[in-house]
């Protein structure tokens, strides 16, 4: 089976018609899912939230926890499932979980209450435990963590295929 995903860092900058731009190639080249990179969070939450709001896509942060006020509260996800010739893919996606050090405004970085590596290990696991339960046995992490914490991820988590 394919499918069209992404992991973190379609959007850059914050030029608003440049992010709508980039909203509507991920809309028109059908992909299924990105992972929330460090450059998602280069504009305005509020900007970001606004531009993406037609998406077609899932956008994927498990390890955020973003503040119930935060505009982005209700655009992200953790996880979803996809149906496809009689198989049950799970995607979960992850933001780098050392995000401020890697953003243009380190101080929009509470807002999301981005898990460390330790908790990012645990709100995989959750989710992989989730997902599992709802008869999926194919998992795929859309991670932008970078490698280093990607080879930790995979000694430390159960049950995950392949990771992107």
């Not at 997902?131 to 991670?143: F, Y």
């Amino acid at each position: 089976d394919k499918f069209k995903v992404a992991s973190g860092d379609m959007f850059l900058g914050e030029n608003k018609e440049e992010l709508r731009a980039v909203n509507e190639f991920l809309n028109i080249a059908g992909i299924m899912a990105n992972a929330v990179g460090n450059h998602e969070c280069d504009a305005p939450i509020e900007m970001f939230a606004e531009v993406v709001k037609d998406r077609n896509y899932k956008l994927l942060g498990a390890n955020m926890h973003p503040n119930k006020n935060n505009a982005m509260s209700n655009i992200l996800a953790s996880s979803f499932i996809v149906e496809k010739n009689g198989n049950r893919y799970g995607f979960i996606g992850i933001a780098p979980p050392d995000m401020p050090k890697h953003m243009k405004r380190p101080e929009d970085a509470d807002a999301f209450n981005i898990s460390d590596m330790e908790n990012t290990v645990k709100d995989i696991q959750k989710e992989v435990d989730k997902i599992k339960k709802q008869g999926v046995n194919k998992i795929i992490l859309l991670s932008h963590a970078g490698l280093d914490n990607e080879k930790y991820i995979a000694e430390h988590v159960t049950d995950i295929d392949i990771i992107l």
